[in-house]
């Protein structure tokens, strides 16, 4: 058998809970983040694939339900999390529970309104913003839109597109 020439390690692994068919309750679900942060592996959670608006009413998937989260979080620290198309159903919530529990990150693909995520910058450190699209759901020039008309500095801006999601995939299983 010819191996391969490159040595290319896997930076992490994007779970759809509601769709694989367990709830974060599920012990499965904690055994995962236990495993992810051992491996070192950053885990990707989408909490939605579609705004539900979309879908058909006798087919419709609810999104996760977050509630746990944190203190699954914090019983391993060393967890690196990326909510995926949470804003629909954080709306309203603190977020700070969930970004204070660990290292947990918040894309933006999912936010919306004028100046959203200038907004989100405000309730969340920017340093756990990740640049998302949702591409090819979503046009990719919606989210680079949403980010020209954030208003947000320059350095805030670099840190969104590029800076943060170098720490999160530079850091070593800790």
Not at 89 to 111: C, K, S, W
């Amino acid at each position: 058998m010819r191996r391969c020439a490159v040595d290319y390690k896997m930076p992490g692994i994007r779970i759809h809970p509601n769709y694989h068919g367990y709830e974060l309750t599920d012990p499965v679900f904690a055994d995962l983040l236990n495993q992810a942060a051992a491996s070192g592996l950053i885990v990707q959670l989408v909490v939605s694939m579609e705004d539900i608006r979309t879908q058909h009413p006798l087919m419709r998937m609810p999104p996760v339900d977050l509630t746990p989260l944190p203190q699954l979080i914090q019983r391993e620290p060393s967890t690196r999390l990326a909510l995926l198309n949470w804003s629909p159903f954080l709306r309203g919530r603190p977020l700070q529970p969930y970004a204070e529990a660990g290292q947990v990150y918040f894309e933006i693909a999912t936010v919306e309104g004028i100046e959203g995520i200038a907004r989100l910058a405000e309730h969340l450190s920017p340093e756990r913003i990740l640049f998302g699209s949702h591409f090819p759901f979503f046009h990719l020039q919606a989210a680079l839109f949403k980010m020209q008309e954030s208003g947000l500095p320059d350095k805030t801006k670099s840190l969104l597109f590029e800076t943060n999601a170098r720490r999160l995939l530079a850091r070593k299983n800790q």
